[in-house]
């Protein structure tokens, strides 16, 4: 009977640490999608849903890498072109071509990439910090990086992102 009771305990001590480990260590979840050959994730928190390529209405003066708007739900979303910021590609979408309905602050925003590819699941410890692009340090974007060697994924902040472009461009235009 003892025996079988320090078993219990053991048994209940492991998993308590477990627990305690995972809290340290919590999982995360992380959308996988791809723009041209390389694949990024976002926070899964931050998508709302994904939509196969909606008609859009153009806006006439507005960023080059912003599609247009849709109408969804009510909502009048901007959609912006991944492919146009990260590769400065104006490649026509392509049957697998998906908009990522994502969460600025309080903000809806669609993104245009080219495929989503899968849920990733993994430990916080597992997302490596973004690495040194150039003398100015990691692009402000990039914040982590994860994923095996051969398949490493680029944890963006699609919000810095945005407000990069954004500010770039309105320098543009002020040149002009």
């Not at 009510?74 to 490649?91: F, H, M, T």
Request: with cysteine; proline share 8%.
């Amino acid at each position: 009977m003892r025996q079988r009771f320090n078993v219990l305990t053991q048994l209940t001590q492991t998993r308590s640490e477990e627990a305690a480990a995972a809290e340290r260590d919590p999982l995360v979840q992380l959308c996988a999608f791809l723009v041209g050959s390389e694949e990024y994730v976002v926070d899964i928190m931050r998508v709302e849903e994904i939509l196969p390529p909606q008609r859009l209405t153009p806006i006439r003066g507005a960023p080059s890498f912003i599609q247009g708007v849709i109408h969804l739900r009510g909502s009048i979303l901007p959609v912006v072109d991944l492919r146009k910021l990260l590769l400065d590609s104006d490649a026509p979408p392509s049957p697998k071509t998906r908009l990522l309905v994502c969460w600025l602050g309080r903000r809806r925003v669609a993104f245009a990439v080219d495929r989503v590819s899968e849920v990733v699941r993994l430990r916080r410890s597992e997302i490596k910090p973004a690495p040194a692009m150039g003398a100015l340090g990691p692009a402000p974007f990039v914040v982590g990086v994860c994923g095996s060697p051969e398949r490493l994924k680029l944890l963006l902040d699609l919000k810095t992102l945005l407000l990069t472009e954004m500010m770039r461009d309105s320098g543009r235009r002020r040149r002009e």
